[in-house]
């Protein structure tokens, strides 16, 4: 997985602190691009392994969980953290799908909007959305 939020601040901090230097000031904004990248890609990857672990709880169950913490086994903690922010990763459901997301880049709770606006960046939030159907008839 990326690295921690945490291990994220501390290099950009330490980047910030060398845009002094010529070199600095040209490879700031390189590493501030990686940076996004790899939170967006680690948000991905957790909000993926979240949406199998809620998917994998349906099937053993009956139905989705109200929370994240209902799931068993629990997830690694690492896995329910939103690159973003440091806090839990976000759930939504209904009867016929469910979501799992991160605020994303702009570290709002849009809702689970995962599509990206006409004219605008990248989505409000950044995520997983799975559509459950019913079973097929044999």
């Known amino acids: 997985l990326a690295p921690s939020p ?29 940076f996004a990248q790899t939170e967006r890609a680690s948000a991905q990857i957790r909000c993926a392994s979240l949406a199998i672990a809620i998917d994998l709880y349906r099937r053993s169950h ?34 016929n799908d469910f979501v799992v997301y991160s605020v994303g880049e702009n570290k709002v709770d849009d809702g689970g909007i995962l599509k ?17 159907s019913a079973p097929a008839e044999r």
């Open 6 to 34: 945490e291990a994220l601040k501390v290099m950009k901090v330490k980047c910030r602190g060398s845009s002094g230097s010529l070199f600095g000031r040209i490879l700031a904004p390189a590493l501030e691009q990686t």
């Open 62 to 95: 009956g139905q989705l969980p109200t929370g994240l913490a209902e799931l068993d086994p629990r997830p690694d903690e690492s896995i329910l953290i939103d690159p973003f922010t440091g806090k839990d990763l976000l759930y939504r459901h209904n009867k």
């Open 116 to 132: 990206r606006r006409e004219g605008q960046g990248p989505p409000p939030d950044s995520g997983i959305r799975v559509v459950i």
